[in-house]
């Protein structure tokens, strides 16, 4: 039987993308007062934008319940006898303790094996894809689990805020908060290392932002995979990406929008780039969802990784 994939709705996968690939997204929820939405089932990324715009409530997020997992997992479990279940970083949010209760809780026989990716957005979600391709070659639990653990070291992201007032709000923003002093006008960039926020400099104005993007995958030795992801400018991502495909081939990168559970986090002008490096073994055509070879596996990087994340969902 072929090993099912699961992640969380903050991997930013499209629905149209998780499909493709047979990966079932659980998502997260998002709170505004007393009413509570599911990240991409009851709120789109446009209600939720223009909610942050207009609403005197500043939403909170929440991991998906334990039950939700379990559920997740016996309806996949008639189907399957294993799951590898990979869930955005556990030093942001309780999501990858929920899958561990929700294991337990699911009470069946297939082996589920949860993995914490320590990391967020297209992060995650480049490693959901990789685990799709693996599980889609008829490569086993064990190997899927042991090339993803492998690519997670390799994941990179990069963000630039038009704020930091949303990650503020949200109370975590960790080592990021040195920036919170700085001058007004001026535009944060952030990353991640080892699932943690870490501030990564600022640029005075956002055209400087984007152009640090452009070098994080400039300077990039082997690339395999990217993802451009933003929360309210699609012009502004679509020509990043024109001049990314000048570097990368077009078909290896995604464009993405940052979901609600994200963006409550990120707020309007989040732009984000995440990156894997490349994998020897994979196909050409990776960026159109093709079937990876067997033998597939991802080499360690050269270089220094680079990240982003959000506060406690």
């Known amino acids: 039987m072929t090993v099912k994939i699961v992640t969380d709705s903050t991997s930013d996968l499209s629905p149209q993308l998780a499909q493709q690939l047979g990966i079932t997204v659980v998502p997260v929820y998002v709170r505004f007062g007393e009413k509570v939405y599911q990240d991409g089932v009851d709120i789109s990324q446009d209600e939720l934008y223009q909610k942050l715009l207009e609403s005197p409530v500043h939403p909170t997020t929440s991991q998906p319940s334990p039950a939700d997992f379990a559920n997740v997992y016996r309806k996949l479990a008639k189907e399957t006898d294993e799951i590898v279940s990979i869930q955005v970083t556990s030093k942001l949010s309780g999501?990858?303790?929920s899958a561990l209760q929700g294991r337990e809780l699911a009470g069946v026989r297939c082996h589920v094996e949860v993995v914490d990716s320590?990391?967020?957005s297209m992060g995650l979600g480049l490693i959901a894809m990789a685990a799709a391709r693996l599980a889609e070659a008829e490569e086993g639990l064990q190997r899927i689990t042991e090339e993803i653990k492998e690519a997670i070291p390799n994941i990179r992201l990069l963000g630039v805020f038009d704020t930091l007032k949303y990650l503020?709000?949200?109370?975590?923003?960790?080592?990021?908060?040195?920036?919170?002093?700085?001058l007004l006008n001026v535009k944060p960039l952030i990353t991640m290392r080892d699932g943690e926020l870490h501030p990564a400099g600022?640029?005075?104005?956002?055209?400087k932002g984007i152009e640090r993007l452009f070098d994080l995958v400039k300077n990039a030795l082997n690339i395999q995979e990217l993802a451009i992801v933003h929360s309210t400018?699609?012009?502004e991502a679509s020509s990043l990406k024109e001049r990314i495909s000048s570097?990368?081939?077009?078909?290896?990168?995604?464009?993405a929008r940052l979901g609600p559970a994200l963006g409550v986090h990120g707020g309007p002008g989040t732009l984000i780039v995440a990156l894997m490096d490349k994998v020897s073994s994979i196909t050409q055509d990776v960026g159109e969802g093709a079937t990876a070879k067997k033998g597939f596996s991802l080499p360690s990087l050269r270089i220094p990784k680079l990240s982003f994340s959000c506060p406690q969902l």
Not at 175 to 181: M, P, Q, R, V, Y
Not at 247 to 255: P, S, Y
């Open 247 to 255: 570097i990368v081939a077009k078909e290896r990168i995604h464009l």
């Open 118 to 120: 320590f990391s967020v």
């Open 95 to 97: 999501t990858y303790n």
């Open 233 to 235: 400018t699609p012009d």
């Open 202 to 207: 600022l640029a005075r104005t956002r055209s």
């Open 168 to 182: 503020a709000k949200g109370g975590r923003i960790g080592k990021a908060k040195a920036l919170l002093g700085t």
